[in-house]
């Protein structure tokens, strides 16, 4: 099946993080991805990240929706947007089947508000945590460096947005791939949705540690959608 995933990072990082899983693709497989970035500078509306990542999607070709973390929020939109394949959430939120839903929960926009600065900017993603646990996210110096160099200070008050999703987006196909359990909730709802799961162990941002691997994956899932 010749297919093109999109694949969408999180508005707090880019596409640095998916390029390793790129290259994978296209070594291993043949398959050539299309890699997007969130809008510059950073936005507190969803409905500008929104509409920065349907600007980028192709206009034609068999597309697979390939979210990580916070661009999962999107897929609804995106795939209601232009005719899609279908989509394979990667470590990311799942939203609801209709509904509304906050762009981050609660806690941690409480965890967040303490670090924001007076202009109301967060810091960039990678300093939201302990240095040593952001350390291990990353196989080494340079992998770090290429994805810091395109992270931004997100407003605060894109935390504290809502972002509506229609009834009937996921009756596209779909599957899901976690890392680890920090998502298990997502990945139990997946499966409640009859959708195919697979977990490989590691941390959130292990398509930079393994992308071989999570490239295999996601060739796997996409296939039998």
Known sequence: MTFTPVLLPSPFLGSAVWQPVAAALRAGFGVSAVLVDPPVPASADPAVVLARLAEQLPQ????VLVPHSNAGLYVPALAGGRPVRGAV????VLPPAEGELPVAPEGLRDLLREQTDDEGLLPEWTRWWPEPDVAALFPDAATRA??????????F???TARVKVSAGWDHNPAAYVGFGSTYAEEQADARARG????TLTGEHLHMLVEPGAVASTIVRLAQGL
């Open 146 to 155: 290429a994805v810091e160099a395109q992270q931004q200070r997100v407003p």
């Open 60 to 63: 034609s070709g068999d597309v």
């Open 157 to 159: 008050d894109y935390l």
């Open 89 to 92: 959430f990667v470590d990311a």
């Open 195 to 198: 959708w195919a799961v697979e």
